[in-house]
C-alpha cells in the first residue's frame, strides 16, 4: 500500500509539471498583486499569464518582494521568489517560459515601492546575475524570454536617459503620451480604469465612454505602446467589453476564472 502511495503521488507530480509545461499563454493576461497569490509565479504560469505584478522594497540593500516596508518577510527575496525559479523552468523549457514554439516575451512589471536610485542599483545588480534572459532597452537584435517594466516610485529621466540601466523599460500614464517616449523605452502605459470610466459590467457602457476608450487605445497603440488598466472590476462583461476595444492587457484577480473565460472566447 505504501509503494502504491507513493507511485501515486510521483505520478501525480509529473503530471503537474506537464500540465504546466503546456499551458497555453494568454498575450492579454496580466497577474495583479502576483507577489500576494498563495503560490507567486507558479500560480500566474499555471494560469498562462504573460505579464506578472511584482511590488517590491529595498531592505538593509536587498531587494525584498513585498508591498511596503511595515509588514514584509525578509525571506522573500525578489531572487527566490522569482528570478531564480524563472531561471531554473526557462532552462527546463529550452529557452521559454511556456515553450520555445511559443516564443512569447514575458513582461515582469515590478513596481518600486521605495524611492531613491539606491533600489535601482540594488536590482540592478540582482538582474545582472540572469542577464542572458532579460531584453536590454534598445539593444537586442535577438529574441529574450524577459522584459522588465518599472512601475512605481520610478524616476523616468534617470533610467531612460542614461544606458546605465538598460534592462529596465518604464511603465508611462497618459501624459507620458504626449512626450512620445520610444516604444522600447516605454512600452506600457497604465492608468486606473475608475479615474477614466464609471461603467462596471452592469447593462451597456455609455457611448461616451466607449469613445473615450477607443480614442486612448488608438492613440497609445499608434506609438507601439501596449495598454492596461488598474483598479477593473474583475468579472466576465468588464473582461469581454476590455478585449473587444482592444485593450492590450487585463488586470486579472481571479486567475482560474479568467483562463476559464479566455478558453470559451
Known amino acids: ?35 500576494d497569490r498563495e503560490n507567486p509565479l507558479f500560480d500566474a504560469l ?3 499569464m504573460t505579464s506578472i505584478e511584482i511590488d517590491i522594497i529595498l531592505v538593509n540593500g536587498i531587494i525584498i518582494v513585498a ?4 509588514e514584509f518577510d525578509a525571506a522573500n527575496t ?5 528570478f531564480k525559479p524563472i531561471s531554473k523552468l526557462i532552462k527546463k523549457r529550452g529557452g521559454a517560459l511556456y515553450s520555445e514554439k511559443s516564443r512569447r ?15 535601482l542599483h540594488a536590482l540592478d545588480t540582482e538582474v545582472q546575475n540572469y542577464k542572458l534572459l532579460f531584453d536590454r532597452r534598445g539593444l537586442d537584435k535577438k529574441w529574450s524570454p524577459l522584459q522588465i517594466v ?34 522600447y523605452e516605454m512600452p506600457l502605459i497604465s492608468e486606473k480604469y475608475t479615474k477614466h470610466f464609471k461603467w462596471v459590467g452592469e447593462g451597456e457602457p455609455k457611448k461616451k465612454e466607449v469613445k473615450k476608450l477607443k480614442k486612448l487605445i488608438k492613440k497609445i497603440q499608434s506609438q507601439g505602446k501596449k495598454l ?3 483598479a477593473t472590476p474583475d ?18 484577480d481571479d486567475l482560474d476564472r479568467f483562463q476559464k473565460y479566455m478558453s470559451t472566447r
Open 105 to 119: 516575451q514575458i513582461q515582469l512589471l515590478i513596481d518600486l515601492k521605495t524611492k531613491g536610485e539606491e533600489i
Open 1 to 35: 500500500m505504501l509503494f502504491a502511495k507513493y507511485i501515486s503521488l510521483l505520478v501525480f507530480f509529473i503530471s503537474s509539471f506537464f500540465m504546466r509545461a503546456q499551458v497555453s499563454p494568454i498575450a492579454q493576461g496580466h497577474s495583479h498583486n502576483d507577489y
Open 67 to 70: 508591498h511596503d516596508e511595515e
Open 150 to 183: 518599472l512601475s512605481g516610485e520610478v524616476d523616468k529621466d534617470l533610467i531612460l536617459g542614461s544606458r546605465k540601466y538598460k534592462y529596465f523599460h518604464v511603465d508611462g500614464r497618459c501624459p507620458d503620451v504626449k512626450k512620445k517616449y520610444a516604444s
Open 228 to 230: 492596461r488598466f488598474w
Open 46 to 48: 499555471d494560469a498562462g
Open 235 to 252: 468579472n466576465e462583461e468588464v473582461w469581454a467589453y476590455l478585449l473587444d476595444q482592444g485593450v492590450d492587457y487585463i488586470n486579472v
Open 78 to 82: 525578489i531572487d527566490k521568489i522569482y
